[in-house]
C-alpha cells in the first residue's frame, strides 16, 4: 500500500537480511499460493514488517529453496507458510482492494478505470482473505468510509484525520488471547500507523497541492513553512517513540533483530528521505529487498 516500513539494509547483519528477505519471499509465495498469483503484484514492504511482528516466540524460521517467478533457475530461499505470513497477506489483500474501491470513488475517469480493472483481478483472492479475516475487513470498510469523510469536508485536524488510519492498522492484529502481547502490538501498530499516514501526506505534498486534492498536511498547515516542517517532524518522532516503547514490551522473536533495525534505523531514515525530497529516487532503486 505503501511501503515506508522498511529496514535499514546497510546496518543489518548478513543473517538477519537473509531472514528478512526469506520473510519478503515466504509472504510472497504465501498471498501468490492463497489470494492468486496477481496478488504478488501489491506486496510491499509494510506487511512484509507486519508479517514478522505478528509471528510468536516458538515460530520456526527455517527458510526453505523454493521456485520463483524472478528467480526460475536457482529459486530462492522462502519462509515457510504459517498464520503469521497467511494474516499478513490476508490483510494487504483486503487493504488493497479497500484502496482500489477509494480510488474508484474519488479520483479521475482514468484512474477509476484503472483501479475498477485492477480490482477485478483482486476479487476472488479478496473473497478468500475476507473470509479468512472477516473482522479486519469489516473495520477496514467502516475506518476507510470515515477516512473518506472526514477528507472529502476537508478536515483542518491532522489528529482525527490520522486517527482513523491508524485504528485500521492497529485491527491488524488479530486476536491472539494473550492480552499483553495483544495491547503491545495493538499499540505499536497505532502509533506505526499514524506515522505511516502523516509521512504519505509530506510525501504527496506538492503532488496534491498541484492536482487540488485534500492532503492532511495542507489541511493543517496550509503555508508549510519551515516551522510547520519542524512542527510535523516532531509528532513524527513521537510518533516513533511510543511505537518502540509498545515494541520493548514484546518478547523477541525470531526476527526481533530486523523488526529492531526497522523501528529505530530504517523508520528515521526513511522520514529524512522524504523531508529532503529524496524518496522517490530511493524508491527507484530498491524496488524490493532482494532485488
Not at 473470509?131 to 467502516?142: I, M, Q, W
Request: glycine share 8%.
Amino acid at each position: 500500500m505503501f511501503g515506508y516500513v522498511r529496514a535499514r539494509e546497510d546496518t543489518l547483519s548478513p543473517e538477519a537480511l537473509a531472514a528478512y528477505e526469506a520473510v519478503y519471499c515466504g509472504l510472497c509465495h504465501t498471498m501468490g499460493t492463497r489470494y492468486g498469483a496477481f496478488s504478488r503484484y501489491f506486496l510491499n514492504y509494510d506487511f512484509t514488517f507486519l508479517a514478522m511482528l505478528l509471528a510468536s516466540p516458538e515460530t520456526g524460521s527455517t527458510p526453505e529453496c523454493r521456485r520463483c517467478p524472478r528467480h526460475p533457475i536457482g529459486g530462492k530461499m522462502v519462509c515457510p507458510d504459517g498464520p503469521w505470513l497467511a494474516v499478513a497477506g490476508a490483510e494487504s489483500v483486503i487493504l488493497t482492494v479497500w484502496k482500489l474501491r477509494d480510488t474508484r470513488t474519488d479520483d479521475k475517469p482514468p484512474a477509476r478505470l484503472g483501479a475498477g480493472a485492477l480490482e477485478a483481478l483482486l476479487l476472488r483472492g479478496y473473497r478468500q482473505a475476507r473470509a479468512e479475516c472477516p473482522l479486519f475487513d469489516e473495520t477496514a470498510a467502516r475506518l476507510l468510509t470515515q477516512l473518506r469523510a472526514l477528507e472529502e469536508e476537508a478536515c483542518p485536524s491532522i489528529d482525527r484525520t490520522a486517527d482513523c488510519f491508524a485504528q485500521l492498522l492497529a485491527a491488524a492484529s488479530p486476536q491472539t488471547g494473550k492480552e499483553g502481547r495483544q495491547r503491545a502490538t495493538e499499540q505499536l501498530l497505532y502509533h506505526l500507523g499514524r506515522w505511516i499516514y502523516l509521512i504519505d501526506g509530506v510525501d504527496d505534498l506538492e503532488e496534491d497541492r498541484k492536482a487540488g486534492r485534500y492532503n492532511p498536511v495542507l489541511a493543517r498547515f496550509p503555508q508549510w513553512e519551515e516551522t510547520d516542517r519542524a512542527y510535523l517532524r516532531q509528532m513524527l518522532d513521537h510518533s516513533l517513540s511510543l511505537a518502540g516503547a509498545a515494541f520493548q514490551l514484546l518478547e523477541p522473536n525470531p526476527w526481533h533483530d530486523v523488526l529492531e533495525n526497522i523501528l529505530y534505523s530504517g523508520l528515521p531514515a526513511v522520514e529524512e528521505l522524504v523531508f529532503s525530497g529524496r524518496w522517490r529516487d530511493y524508491q527507484k532503486g530498491h524496488r524490493r529487498v532482494n532485488g
